[in-house]
């Protein structure tokens, strides 16, 4: 058995047992392509799925708009509240956090194990939410500019 193989069966138990359904079902998925020997579209999979995994998540946060459950109305009132503009500086603040996070997470790919293990553990201890693995490698990677700064 392969290393990847293994490490894929282990995400798969530690999904499994740590009930964190999107760990196990994406390292599922990856090991069957492995088995079916459709390596080459590894490659396709790790430039698109990420643009694929937040489509899917916009679609979920619009969708209550496409409903009809907000109104234009509403949603002016709210942008201009001062929770509202609040939410649009933590939307900028984010994306260019994010931004980081992925240059990071693309100069030191091995540091998504780590980023796999904080969000199971996240998950299973804290009752969070799985939506932000780019958010936690832009986090470290505010946190390692922080220390970098402090250690001049």
């Not at 590894?42 to 969708?63: A, C, H, K, N, Q």
Request: glycine share 8%; hydrophobic share 60%; net charge positive.
């Amino acid at each position: 058995m392969q290393s990847p193989d293994l490490f894929l069966i282990i995400f798969i138990v530690l999904g499994a047992v740590c009930r964190v359904n999107l760990v196990s079902v994406a390292a599922s998925i990856l090991l069957v392509v492995r088995m079916l020997h459709l390596n080459r579209y590894m490659p396709l999979l790790e430039r698109r799925s990420l643009e694929f995994g937040l489509l899917f998540l916009m679609i979920s946060i619009l969708v209550p708009l496409a409903m009809g459950k907000i109104s234009a109305r509403d949603m002016a009132e709210t942008i201009f509240s001062p929770i509202g503009l609040l939410t649009v500086v933590g939307g900028v603040v984010a994306t260019v956090m994010n931004a980081k996070g992925l240059a990071l997470l693309q100069t030191y790919p091995s540091l998504l194990l780590g980023v796999v293990v904080g969000t199971v553990l996240g998950i299973v201890l804290f009752r969070g939410m799985p939506v932000g693995p780019l958010m936690a490698a832009a986090l470290a990677a505010v946190a390692m500019s922080i220390f970098e700064f402090l250690k001049r």
